[in-house]
C-alpha cells in the first residue's frame, strides 16, 4: 500500500510504517527485507540500485494487486489514527531484562529462583490480561482470589 503512493527504500517503509502507526509498530530489517524478497519473487515489485540502496518500485502487477485488496480489505493503518500516545511496552521490557540479567548474574540462587517466580507470574499476568480476565497486580497468580495460592 505504501509502494502505491511511491516507490521507496527499505529503510523508508520502516520509518513510513512506523510513523502511521504513531511508533506502535515498528518492523525490523529482518522483517522488511526478506518480505520485499517475497514480493519481487511473486512479480509484484521490482527492486533496483538507487545511489548505493535498493530502491522498491511497484511493478503493474504489484498495482494491480493493492487495488484489488483496497475494496476487499481494510487500511491497516487506520486503528492507529485516533490511538493517542502508546505506553513504551518496549523500554519497559528492555528495563526488565536489563534487570534479569543483573540477577541472573550476581543474585544468590535463593534471588534467582524468587526472580523466576516472579517473571513466570508477569507472563502468566499478561496472557490473562489478554483473555480479558481479571487481573489483580497483588496477587497476578490467582487474580480471582488473592489471598489463595495458585490451583
Known sequence: M???EEPMHGYQLMQAIADRSGGRWT???GAIYPTIN???????????????RKLVTLTDAGR?????R??????????????GPATDLRGLLEELHSAT???ARSGSEEQQTAAAKILADARRSLYLLLADA???PVNPVNPVNPSEPEA
Open 27 to 29: 518492523p525490523s530489517p
Open 70 to 83: 483496497r475494496e476487499a480489505s481494510i487500511d491497516p493503518f487506520a486503528g492507529f489514527t485516533n490511538a
Open 2 to 4: 505504501l509502494l502505491a
Open 134 to 136: 481479571p487481573v489483580n
Open 101 to 103: 540479567r543483573q540477577v
Open 38 to 52: 517475497q514480493l519481487e519473487d511473486e512479480g509484484l515489485v521490482t527492486v533496483t540500485a538507487d545511489a548505493g
Open 64 to 68: 494491480e494487486a493493492v487495488e484489488g
